[in-house]
C-alpha cells in the first residue's frame, strides 16, 4: 500500500514537471519556428512548422545596424554592473558575515528586504535626474547594481559561513589587515559564488526590457533587449522580425546558461548546509 501510495505520487510529482517545463519550452518553440516564417505565417502565432526556411528575417534583424550596437550597449551595461554589484557584494558580505555586530545585522536584514521591495521607476527617474545620470549607462550601471546587490549578498554571504574563521586569525597572524584579508585571502576562495553572481548579474541585466526602455531616452543607448520595439508600429507588427530579433537577443545567454549551470547551482547551494 505505501509503495503504491509512493509511486503514485512520484507520477504526480512528474506530471507537474512536465507541465511546468512545457510551460518553458512551448513559448520558445514558438519563436523558434515563428522567426523563420513569412510575415503572413507569423502573424497567426502558430506552433506549426514553416512553409519553408526564411532566414530573410535574421538579415534583415542584422542589417540595420542597431542590432550590433544593441549588443555593444548591452555588454557595456551589464559588464559594468558587473563588476560594481560584485565588489561591493562582497565587501559588505565579508564585513556582515565576519563582524556579526548589531550593526552588521541591521544591514544585512537592510539589504534583505531589498529582495521583495518593488522597484518604483518615476521616483528612480526623478533621483537620476538630480544626480545628472538619467540617460547615461553610468545611471544604468548604478541602478542594476541597487537593484542585483541585495539578492548577491544574500548569496554571497551564505557562501562565507563555508569557509572557516581559522584562515581569518592566519592571515592576520602573518600581518594582514582587513583589507589584505580580504583581496588575498577570502576573494580567490569565493571564486565559485563570484562565478554565480556574475552569471546571474548578466542574465538579469541582459534580459531587462523596462530598465533601459524607460531610463533611456536616447534610442542610440538602448540595449539588445529594446531592439524588438524597432519592429512594432502604431498600425501593425512584422511579427517574423521580432521572433527572428527575440531569438536573436535570448541566443547568446542561453548558451552562456548551457555551458555553465554548474556553476549557478553551485553556488546557490553552497552555505545551504553549514552555518
Not at 78 to 88: C, D, H, K, Q, R
Not at 94 to 114: D, E, H, K
Not at 181 to 207: E, G, R
Not at 259 to 265: D, G, K, P
Request: hydrophobic share 55%; net charge positive; proline share 4%.
Amino acid at each position: 500500500m505505501n509503495m503504491s501510495l509512493f509511486k503514485w505520487r512520484r507520477l504526480g510529482v512528474e506530471a507537474l514537471l512536465f507541465v511546468m517545463a512545457l510551460v518553458v519550452i512551448i513559448p520558445f518553440f514558438m519563436i523558434l519556428v515563428n522567426s523563420f516564417k513569412d510575415v503572413t505565417e507569423a502573424a497567426r502565432f502558430k506552433l506549426t512548422l514553416p512553409a519553408s526556411l526564411n532566414f530573410d528575417n535574421f538579415a534583415a534583424v542584422f542589417a540595420d545596424g542597431k542590432i550590433w550596437r544593441g549588443y555593444m550597449n548591452s555588454a557595456l551595461i551589464s559588464v559594468g554592473a558587473l563588476i560594481v554589484t560584485n565588489l561591493f557584494a562582497s565587501l559588505a558580505s565579508f564585513s556582515i558575515q565576519r563582524n556579526g555586530t548589531r550593526l552588521t545585522t541591521f544591514l544585512y536584514y537592510f539589504f534583505i528586504v531589498g529582495l521583495v521591495m518593488p522597484v518604483s521607476l518615476i521616483p528612480t527617474i526623478k533621483l537620476m535626474m538630480g544626480l545628472g545620470i538619467h540617460n547615461t549607462y553610468q545611471g544604468m550601471i548604478v541602478y542594476y547594481a541597487s537593484v542585483l546587490l541585495p539578492f548577491t549578498i544574500f548569496l554571497m554571504t551564505g557562501y562565507l559561513k563555508t569557509i572557516p574563521r581559522e584562515l581569518d586569525e592566519s592571515g592576520i597572524i602573518d600581518g594582514c589587515g582587513p583589507l589584505r584579508l580580504f583581496f588575498k585571502i577570502m576573494l580567490p576562495l569565493m571564486q565559485p559564488v563570484m562565478v554565480t553572481a556574475s552569471l546571474l548579474t548578466i542574465i538579469s541585466v541582459w534580459n531587462d526590457f523596462m530598465g533601459p526602455f524607460y531610463l533611456l531616452t536616447d534610442g542610440s543607448k538602448w540595449t539588445v533587449t529594446v531592439s524588438v520595439y524597432n519592429y512594432v508600429g502604431k498600425y501593425s507588427s512584422d511579427w517574423n522580425l521580432i521572433f527572428a530579433d527575440i531569438l536573436v537577443v535570448i541566443l547568446p545567454i542561453l548558451i552562456l546558461y548551457f555551458l555553465l549551470q554548474e556553476y549557478i547551482v553551485e553556488g546557490m547551494t553552497a552555505g545551504a548546509i553549514k552555518g
